[in-house]
């Protein structure tokens, strides 16, 4: 099982532009989420989902997009790249479609906006 | 909303002393607490977790308590190793969205083991 997989790894964007970060998941996990992280901050949860086709906002939702089609991807798309997006950026799963399970994550996408 | 405090910012303690990490939690719906260890550059990982109908559970060195009444939960690490070194983040869940739950995360203590 390869769990929670992120790609890329490392991205450079200049401001304004867009790009999608991917996440895939192999465990047939219904619940996923992104979260990013940023330095003496913890983690804090961008979006959620709990199925194919239902996704909801979490604590920092503002500029960033998300879709659920199919249990396995969730991914994450910044609109128009700002300054304060620069962040280390996880995906998560978890076996409960609640989320109250422990939640697998992957390797991260670090992210630097110019 | 919920939100998690976490006490120390960091921690150092000598090999084979025992840690004890804290976190206070306001959203008396929180019914599952999760901790998770990061190493440099890597992913956060599970170490153990609690929910609410349980008032204390252990895993070899590392132990977890919780106190609801006062919404409180802790860490403890006992005879630290210098490869407990990392940054511990302890986490609360609650039914917050429309959907599911939301797991809110304290914002980290640096676990430092001196050998």
């Known amino acids: 099982n390869a769990g929670v997989t992120q790609t890329p790894k490392f991205q450079v964007l200049k401001t304004g532009q867009s790009m999608t970060l991917q996440c895939a998941q192999d465990?047939?996990?219904?619940?996923m989420s992104w979260y990013r992280q940023d330095p003496g901050m913890g983690l804090r949860l961008i979006h959620y989902?709990?199925?194919?086709?239902?996704?909801d906002q979490g604590e920092v939702p503002n500029g960033y997009n998300v879709s659920r089609s199919t249990t396995e991807d969730f991914p994450l798309r910044l609109l128009s790249a700002a300054p304060s997006q620069t962040s280390v950026y996880f995906c998560?799963?978890?076996?409960?479609?609640?989320?109250?399970?422990?939640?697998?994550f992957g390797d991260g996408t670090r992210l630097s906006i110019l | 909303g919920e939100n998690v405090e976490q006490h120390p910012s960091t921690l150092s303690v000598q090999e084979g002393d025992s840690a004890v990490i804290k976190c206070t939690y306001s959203?008396?719906?929180?019914?599952?607490f999760p901790w998770y260890k990061q190493e440099l550059g890597k992913r956060p990982q599970l170490i153990i977790d609690i929910r609410s109908n349980v008032g204390e559970k252990k895993d070899q060195r590392i132990a977890v308590t919780l106190n609801k009444t006062a919404k409180h939960f802790s860490l403890h690490i006992t005879e630290t190793q210098p490869e407990d070194s990392a940054v511990y983040f302890c986490a609360a869940s609650s039914r917050q969205g429309e959907y599911g739950n939301k797991l809110v995360f304290g914002a980290g203590t640096i676990l430092r083991v001196k050998s």
């Open positions: 465990m047939n996990h219904e619940y």
């Open positions: 998560a799963s978890s076996a409960s479609g609640s989320g109250n399970q422990p939640q697998h």
């Open positions: 959203d008396s719906a929180s019914n599952y």
């Open positions: 989902s709990v199925g194919a086709g239902i996704t």
